[in-house]
């Protein structure tokens, strides 16, 4: 039965719209993933450190800016946070761990996993910083859930106001850097506040030697970013993916990825993020490009974009409710549910894919690649998550690391092929 964007199933109740925005998010969020899987990993933070800057390449960048890059993870972490507050509504009504123990055994394991993933397969994991966050937020869903919008956007603006206080510090600190006769203390210093955004000389000679040597000399270089990442995880991704999380639990239960809004409310988010973050956040990419994107620069303008974007993701989840409430394009919405419903698996295999693609262990094309290129393999891998998803899914339960994921928290293997009928 289906019931506005809501379908029953008899094992695991899913909503169908759920799924559908989370299969376009862990779509668009290899938009930008790929940068860090096949380029060293500085380009990811700025273009003039990999990847070209002109033409092609430079379109690729700013397009991926404007409605990419911070607004998949963002969408697909508020969608972590509905999904905690789904799952926790199931194990209250049935299961024999309980609501608490069920969450919290899922961390655990999506921890294990998350570390796992990033040392062996993808440096920038998100995986890691689900687990903690999600640990820090659990306690909350039962606070009403505007004050959960309100706390989380008030955390994701103290993130912004914490980091655009220190632009003013770090330009005076690099104009003292760069005098004629700095002394070594400074130039240190300038060098330790800002390796974040900042590449060191040689770095990624390194990491193209690296990632094109065998498996040893690929897990040392992707060891070295991911420890630095994980290292970070409690001074910005840590508290963004609490922020983005509490937003996304508030919105679930308003009713806002079930599609218990009206069409005027979608379209009104809809308006305000196309038509109001989007111009901005596109004024302040044009600074970036203006400044022939030197890198201070660049740091404080993506500063300021993270105001925009949680609303520019909700803005893409708005339009994808508002066509699956129409009963538009329906092949490729069925699509995108079955890649949603094995929003792990395929998470983790386009990690797996992309490794073999760009390592030297594989295919040897990291740095290789122009920014542009890199959208041949993401195209690449698109088409295999929506045409393979529904297939496995009409044979098997779930997907296979859902299916194990599951098997772990129970601690008992879970049934995975469905049973076949006439």
């Known amino acids: 039965m289906s019931v506005s964007g809501v379908t029953s199933e008899a094992a695991s109740d899913r909503i169908l719209s759920i799924d559908v925005v989370r299969g376009f998010a862990v779509l668009g969020i290899l938009l930008m993933n790929i940068v860090a899987m096949g380029l060293p990993t500085y380009a990811y933070i700025n273009p003039i450190y990999g990847g ?28 972590f946070g509905a999904s905690a507050m789904l799952i926790a509504k199931r194990a209250e009504s049935g299961t024999a761990l309980g609501p608490v123990q069920t969450h919290y055994r899922r961390l655990f394991w999506m921890f294990v996993i998350g570390m796992i993933h990033a040392y062996f397969f993808f440096l920038g994991d998100i995986l890691v910083t689900y687990a903690l966050a999600g640990a820090l937020v659990f306690p909350l869903r039962r606070l009403d859930p505007r004050l959960l919008i309100g706390l989380g956007g008030a955390l994701l603006a103290a993130l912004f106001a914490w980091h655009i206080s ?123 490009h203006q400044s022939g994107f030197e890198p201070l620069r660049v740091h404080e303008m993506e500063v300021w974009q993270s105001l925009t974007r949680p609303f520019i993701a909700l803005a893409h989840a ?7 409430r129409a009963g538009l394009f329906r092949n490729l919405v069925s699509r995108l549910e079955a890649a949603g419903r094995m929003a792990f698996t395929n998470y983790l295999m386009t990690s797996v894919i992309t490794s073999l693609v760009f390592c030297g262990y594989g295919l040897g094309l990291y740095g290789h690649l122009s920014r542009f290129q890199l959208l041949w393999v993401v195209a690449g891998v698109w088409a295999l998550i929506l045409l393979w998803s529904r297939p496995w899914l009409a044979r098997f339960r779930y997907g296979p690391f859902e299916w194990a994921w599951r098997s772990l928290v129970q601690w008992k293997r879970q049934p995975f092929r469905k049973a076949q009928t006439a």
């Open 52 to 79: 070209g800057i002109t033409g092609a390449d430079f379109w690729t960048w700013a397009v991926n800016n404007v409605f990419a890059d911070g607004k998949m993870r963002a969408l697909f972490t508020m969608l």
């Open 166 to 288: 220190d632009v003013e510090p770090l330009k005076a600190l690099m104009a003292a850097a760069m005098e004629p006769g700095a002394d070594e203390t400074t130039r240190a210093a300038w060098a330790g506040a800002s390796q974040t955004f900042v590449m060191p000389p040689g770095f990624d000679a390194q990491e193209i030697a690296g990632f094109g040597g065998g498996f040893g000399e690929a897990l040392q270089a992707r060891a070295r970013i991911a420890s630095l990442l994980q290292v970070l995880i409690p001074f910005n991704a840590g508290p963004e993916a609490v922020g983005q999380m509490l937003i996304g639990m508030g919105l679930f239960r308003l009713g806002f990825f079930s599609l218990g809004w009206s069409t005027r409310a979608y379209g009104m988010l809809i308006f305000f993020g196309y038509a109001c973050a989007v111009p901005f956040t596109a004024m302040l990419a044009w600074l970036m």
């Open 318 to 324: 708005s339009a994808l409710l508002l066509i699956i």
